[in-house]
């Protein structure tokens, strides 16, 4: 059953079509709930669904710090859960295991519930999908817009990137409790700033080229384009006050504004408009295992983003978000990922593997091995001026060098 595949040219663009036009197409999971406390109401959540019988995903550090407020909400709707401690990796390996569990299951369970971070609900989706569950995500970081998407993105049991895995629906339920991002290590929200800030620059790339396609091979859409701009405005307004309230444990407006910008309005946009440059050069430095294992996500998209503005020859756009990565404690060089002057090789390596992510052809014009060495070479140098003349002190308080 892990073989099930989702094309989405089989749905939107079939062999005839009235004019062969390109819809555009607007993704959103169901339901959407955010507050402080969420998770403690997780079973009334899920009796939206009507599930009886469900799933829950969750890794063992998860299950140790909530555990037993799930088993209590579930308990309080009358719904049986069978529990699952997540492996750490989005592997199709993991998705496998997960089902086989799911399948000798005691009861017969109708949703897949996943309490953790962006690969604990990559992998929960991959299994909803494949065993037709309605698939409910509850982040417990707001690292990434993993929660409302309709795609898992799939590593090697390494740890490299693979692939892409693409859903027909997203999320049946989202369910976020900012008491529990508040209180997740700060690093993990800042994570999720470079993350949702790459949404607006890419969705705006692929909405103004007319070859531009989001993930599924759509036309990006006016309310996604929305969305996404604003999404970049209420982190540039509220973020260094949600850093600061998130440091002293406190939940203000300005952490509901920003865990929602990184989950929902990230979510929706980048996957309703399209990633471009920053995820391709962002992601490609997952090939660099040190980087993989040691840095996350948004870290890595955050110096993409800087490049790709650079590739579009937008100069004072780079050192606008630059000067935020900087200012919150992003990478803005090579450095801060532990890339010191690579060598041509890595270099090569690292825009070779940018190359093969197909996200990159949403830029308006080709894009060459020899483009990403320069323009990731010049991304470099212009950050170590923005740290130079901003100050790298955010920096090294996350990383406590």
Known sequence: MANKTFNPTDVFSPEVTYK????????????????EGALHNLGLYLSLLESKDTAILISKGGDRRFGSIIAQSLKRLNIEETRIIFQGEATIKEMNRVIGL????????????????????????????RLSLHSVMCPTTASTDAPCSGVSV??????????????????????????????????????????AMATWYEARTCFENPNGLSLIGTRPTLVGLAI????????????LDAIEAVKNKEITDAVERVVEANTLMSGLGFE??????????????????????????????????????????????AEKAATFFAKVGLPVH???????????????????AALAIPIINNEPFEVTEDMVIDVVGDADEFGREIAKNVGDSAYREIHKT
């Open 228 to 239: 996404a701009e604003l999404c970049a405005n209420t982190l540039y307004d509220s973020a």
């Open 272 to 317: 309703s408009c399209g990633v471009a440059a920053a995820h391709a050069m962002g992601q490609a430095l997952t090939v660099f295992p040190h980087i993989h294992k040691n840095y996350l996500h948004g870290e890595m998209v955050a110096f993409g983003l800087i490049a790709h503005l650079l590739l579009e020859d937008k100069k004072d756009e």
């Open 102 to 129: 799911i399948d000798q299951a005691d009861i017969p369970v109708d949703a897949i519930v996943a309490i953790g971070g962006g690969k604990c609900l990559d992998t929960a989706r991959g299994v909803a999908y």
């Open 154 to 195: 799939i590593y090697s049991d390494s740890g490299e990137f693979i692939d892409v895995d693409l859903y027909p629906l997203n999320p049946s339920l989202v369910v976020v409790d900012t008491k529990i991002a508040a209180e997740a290590p700060f690093r993990f929200i800042v994570s999720g700033l470079g993350d």
């Open 20 to 35: 062969s036009i390109i819809p555009r197409v607007l993704n959103s999971p169901h339901k959407y709930i955010q507050c």
């Open 334 to 352: 090579l450095g801060q990922v532990s890339l010191d002057n690579p060598c041509m090789e890595d270099r090569m390596k690292h825009a070779q």
